[in-house]
């Protein structure tokens, strides 16, 4: 154990938590009298206003083979408070992937509330395969079939899992034994174990025993606990315990539940570089890049004719995201951390994020470059205890100059960057021969990500509207948009064009359209779109018109479901991150020609903005025209408690904007005009 970490996880802010009695002799013998006196200590509803159901306690206890091979029983008990928890609780479902781990129901009863008990026989337990799409592994569940419950019943279950928790690898000739699932990194052993569920919980214990030679490393997340860690019988035996959790309440837009909610991470690896170099290593033994002449020769086409790495890079890059279709099919031994070999991606021309980043690695190798690949978490935060916190694989270029360039090629078909900005603010182990540390990504500027609206437009007396939008973008924002069209048969993308401005008022009529090709990635995504909108202002009795700035209602983002107009401002202060689909730059420009001799009323007030939401706004009339200008930029993708209230304001000042009125005013008339 490092001297260092004594105690990961025994302190929180200034609290100083209690060491708990050793829960080693927790009986999963329980008697049915000890598990009624549990469940009425625990309460019933109305000690749980607004859950259906309650957890009155989840223990586990894990045992470690010197192999890292692990062993866990669980033993919970769970009580229906409602219909609907009972509902809930009347069938169980247990998970698990036949390569990496195997689950067994020990013991299932029924404690009714009029007293008596049902206990039901293993035998009824059902295994069948999980319901799959796009990735057809071999995972599975075991369905336990509890029966019709009542509120006040109680379920009581004993199971046993042995392996771990990703579909790593075993050798298909391994035997039947239990060492088939001793995991990857031999002799290591890592868990990770959410302390949080949909329903309230009055106890829940995680006790694991290991070799004491283990360097042994946890941490509790986002929560306290009682904690003992201790030396027992030549074994390290550490037990964690946390009481009265109640669910969390989700806020709208908030980063994944894992990154807020308590969790329990341990691993015996030494640090993330030992992980990255055993990552590394796996691969080059299994010669997963290997470049055969089918490799060298597709690199070649690839590239033939470009000068620059950087135009190799990102043809390669692209071409790999455009021609690999992301889809899983089991394939035996390469269905976790070890990559199928490239020459079998490049025939298959199909495989998930490992297959299209290890093609990808294979070529640039085969294009002269140094590439590595590497892991990640898409969607939610890996912390720096070093335990296997990875669903997704990328690729890694290595420059002449030793810098590391990260592509992706599953995130970025239909997207003009190498490394998709959906990205930031993400974490990555990169596989290095010399090993490398957990990394995160950088904040990617608004500015790269840029939306350009601009109406040039004209108001007829009667409220009929004209003119003129041109649409520019990049980066993501050029992806959210192409992405409208992408997958849709080309005879649909007028019916998307349309609702570029229908999605504001279904009256517009488009009188032509010119857009760039949203399967051309050579140059940002650009449109041009004349339109019509009869009746678009009201016509009061005095004659004059109410409208509210065709640009100002934002009628791309409308269309495309945009942060800046989708995220919603609630609450007005925020306990948890919340997260956008990338950070951006919206401008929106409108100069409405006005008719003869009308005046506007009714102009906010410009607006200056600064912070985690930047805004600045303008509405002017000068010269006959009306001239909206509106700049909004979101600064990044996650954004955390204290950066909510400027991005709030920001947001709910942009959208005000999009719902005001300006009064058009006709010329006064004459004496004697009719």
Request: hydrophobic share 40%.
């Amino acid at each position: 154990m490092r001297r260092d970490l004594p105690v990961l996880g025994l302190l929180l802010g200034s609290a100083l938590v209690l060491p708990l009695v050793d829960t080693s002799a927790q009986t999963l013998d329980a008697t049915v009298a000890e598990l009624r006196t549990a469940c009425e200590r625990a309460g019933g509803a109305a000690a749980f206003p607004g859950a259906d159901s309650v957890v009155v306690f989840d223990r586990r206890e894990v045992e470690v083979e010197p192999s890292g091979l692990s062993r866990t029983v669980q033993h919970t008990l769970r009580k229906a408070l409602t219909f609907a928890g009972a509902r809930d609780l009347a069938v169980e479902n247990l998970a698990y992937d036949p390569m990496s781990a195997d689950v067994q129901v020990l013991r299932c009863r029924v404690l009714s509330s009029d007293g008596t008990v049902r206990t039901l026989d293993p035998k009824e337990v059902v295994d069948a395969p999980d319901p799959q799409n796009l990735i057809y592994w071999n995972s599975r569940h075991k369905t336990v079939p509890v029966g019709r419950l009542g509120p006040g019943d109680a379920v009581e279950l004993v199971t046993r899992r042995v392996g771990f928790t990703y579909a790593l690898l075993r050798d298909s000739d391994q035997g039947p034994d239990e060492s088939r699932f001793v995991p990857p990194m031999k002799g290591q052993f890592y868990d990770i174990i959410p302390f949080w569920s949909s329903s309230p919980i009055v106890e829940q214990s995680y006790r694991v025993s290991v070799p004491v030679d283990k360097n042994l490393q946890y941490q509790l997340y986002n929560a306290a606990a009682e904690v003992s860690d201790r030396i027992a019988e030549g074994r390290r035996v550490v037990t964690v315990t946390m009481r009265s959790f109640k669910p969390l309440e989700k806020e709208p837009g908030m980063v994944a539940l894992s990154d807020v909610a308590p969790k329990l991470i341990l691993t015996t690896a030494a640090d993330w570089k030992a992980k990255s170099v055993w990552f590394h290593d796996v691969q080059e033994s299994a010669s997963c890049f290997a470049v055969t002449p089918e490799l060298k020769q597709t690199a070649d086409r690839i590239t033939a004719g470009l000068i620059r790495d950087e135009d190799k890079i990102a043809a390669l890059n692209h071409w790999a995201a455009e021609n690999i279709r992301y889809v899983g099919l089991h394939m035996g031994t390469g269905e976790g951390y070890t990559l199928h070999p490239a020459s079998m991606t490049l025939r298959d021309r199909g495989g998930v994020c490992k297959d299209k980043a290890g093609i990808l690695v294979a070529l640039l190798r085969a294009a002269g470059f140094e590439s590595y690949p590497a892991m990640t978490m898409a969607g939610e935060r890996i912390e720096r205890i070093a335990a296997d916190q990875f669903n997704h694989c990328v690729t890694v270029w290595r420059k002449p100059d030793k810098t590391n360039v990260l592509l992706d090629p599953t995130w970025v078909p239909g997207v003009r960057e190498m490394w998709s900005s959906r990205e930031q603010q993400q974490e990555v182990l990169m596989g290095l021969p010399e090993g490398a540390d957990l990394l995160t990504t950088p904040v990617s500027a608004p500015e790269s990500h840029p939306l350009d609206v601009t109406i040039r437009s004209a108001l007829a007396p009667d409220g009929t509207l004209t003119g003129v939008m041109k649409v520019t973008a990049d980066g993501q924002s050029d992806a959210g948009l192409r992405r409208l069209y992408r997958g849709r048969l080309r005879s649909e993308w007028p019916a998307v064009d349309g609702a570029m401005l229908t999605s504001v008022d279904p009256r517009a009529e488009l009188t032509s359209v010119t857009r760039s090709d949203p399967d051309d990635l050579r140059t940002p995504f650009a449109m041009e779109v004349s339109f019509r909108i009869d009746s678009y202002a009201r016509r009061l009795d005095d004659g004059s018109l109410l409208l509210t700035p065709l640009a100002a209602r934002h009628p791309v983002g409308l269309a495309t479901h945009a942060d800046e107009i989708a995220l919603s401002t609630k609450p007005a202060e925020r306990r948890f991150p919340v997260r956008v689909g990338c950070s951006k730059l919206v401008t929106l420009t409108e100069h409405l020609s006005l008719p003869p001799g009308a005046t506007v009323r009714g102009l906010p007030k410009p607006v200056k903005l600064d912070g985690s939401g930047r805004l600045a706004a303008s509405w002017r009339s000068e010269r006959g025209e009306l001239v909206v200008e509106e700049t909004l930029a979101l600064t990044k993708r996650i954004f955390a408690p204290e950066d909510w209230p400027t991005l709030r304001v920001a947001l709910e000042a942009f959208r005000a904007l999009s719902e005001t009125p300006v009064l058009i005013t006709a010329a006064k008339r004459g004496k004697g005009e009719a």
